[in-house]
């Protein structure tokens, strides 16, 4: 920062700066002296302001101060859009219980009871009755995500 605003503080360091929110006119001004003392002083009230701007957001010692105080001030007129569409419900780690419970319950021995039977009393049993959301085919949905864990877990 610049010496100006270093003088600027109390006791505790803490800056005492307040601008005012007042315009600079120059429809006032007489003489081209004036003028240009009144340009001179708008200008390195500008600047202070922007370097106060600067400190607020933490980028005084930056070497590219100017663009990433920019770049804060982009981001936060224009914030990053929102995804369309509904939230996800499933994630890995539930897709992983949805694993070992689907593996638990199948029996290699048994060839009517495999994953198509064990998706189907599992699509009618909490925690997977609420991650399915009362979709049709409930028990078509939960075997999906369970050859999509199988998948990620074979990766």
């Known amino acids: 920062m610049t010496d100006l605003i270093d003088m600027n503080r109390d006791e505790n360091r803490k800056a005492q700066i307040q601008f005012s929110r007042e315009p600079i006119s120059t429809a006032q001004v007489n003489s081209a002296v004036e003028y240009s003392t009144e340009q001179f002083a708008r200008k390195e009230l500008e600047n202070l302001k922007l370097r106060a701007l600067?400190?607020?957001?933490?980028?005084?010692?930056e070497p590219n101060m100017w663009f990433y105080l920019a770049l804060k001030?982009?981001?936060?007129?224009?914030?990053?859009?929102?995804?369309?569409?509904?939230?996800l419900k499933w994630d890995i780690q539930s897709r992983k219980v949805l694993?070992?419970?689907v593996e638990r319950m199948v029996d290699p021995s048994d060839q009517t009871h495999g994953v198509n039977h064990s998706c189907k009393i599992l699509a009618n049993m909490q925690p997977w009755l609420s991650l399915l959301g009362g979709k049709l085919n409930q028990s078509e949905a939960l075997r999906a995500q369970y050859y999509l864990a199988k998948d990620t877990a074979n990766k």
Request: net charge neutral; no cysteine.
């Open 99 to 101: 694993l070992a419970e």
């Open 73 to 87: 001030l982009a981001q936060l007129h224009y914030p990053e859009p929102k995804k369309a569409g509904r939230k």
């Open 54 to 61: 600067a400190h607020a957001f933490g980028l005084d010692d």
